[in-house]
């Protein structure tokens, strides 16, 4: 038989086990993408050229170069300079790295949606440039972000798998274990698959909802 239930039960609790890690990896890399990406994109808007032309050559090197090259630099360049990481601390920079440089087009996105208007009534009463970012053009771009960075951080979710070539013990390299062991890879990726699929697409459907619901009150 090419399925058998008994195995796929059996499994599960190794591959919930390493869905824990595929979590943990994702939150991590999520927070170190928000913080990049908004720093990023506030370079981007420097007054002084070189800041900016830094801040976009960092930003196009993280995104036009594939996450699989990030990791293998992190993971196996890095120790030949005297810079050793774990599995997972690799994978949550790079998670983190490749996500953010994307992430940043979204707060650019943001930040250019409020008025312009905003900026000259804030300069007028005086407001210093961080109290401007902090007070008043930020919590209005925020908001409008959250769909785009929430759609992100559920690609980063799935794009964790990548993480398993260098055996970081998330749910696919759990499976890739177990496949390898029992000779029976059907069940044990097909279960992986189906775990990321319970976790995303309810997810998938609460930021269309959201997203839905902003474009409403923007019109």
Do not use: D
Not at 77 to 98: D, K, N, Q
Not at 107 to 122: D, F, L
Not at 127 to 153: C, D, E, F, H, V
């Amino acid at each position: 038989m090419i399925w058998n239930n008994e195995f796929a039960i059996s499994i599960l609790p190794k591959l919930l086990q390493g869905l824990l890690t595929t979590i943990q990896a994702t939150f991590l890399g999520s927070l170190l993408a928000l913080v990049l990406g908004l720093l990023l994109a506030l370079v981007q808007r420097s007054p002084k050229k070189i800041i900016r032309s830094a801040g976009y050559a960092v930003t196009e090197l993280l995104r036009r170069t594939p996450l699989l090259v990030h990791l293998y630099l992190l993971f196996y360049a890095f120790p030949e300079v005297g810079v050793v990481l774990s599995p997972l601390t690799a994978g949550v920079l790079a998670l983190g790295l490749h996500t953010g440089s994307y992430m940043a087009a979204v707060y650019q996105s943001g930040i250019e949606a409020v008025p312009n208007g905003q900026w000259e009534a804030a300069k007028s009463l005086g407001y210093t440039r961080s109290r401007i970012w902090t007070k008043i053009i930020l919590p209005q771009a925020i908001p409008m972000m959250i769909p785009a960075l929430g759609n992100y951080i559920l690609l980063m979710f799935k794009e964790s798998a990548i993480l398993s070539v260098i055996a970081v013990p998330e749910a696919m390299q759990a499976a890739m274990s177990i496949g390898s062991r029992s000779y029976r890879y059907f069940e044990a990726v097909t279960v992986v698959g189906i775990l990321y699929l319970v976790i995303s697409l309810p997810i998938a459907v609460v930021l269309r909802h959201l997203e839905s619901k902003l474009a409403i009150k923007r019109q």
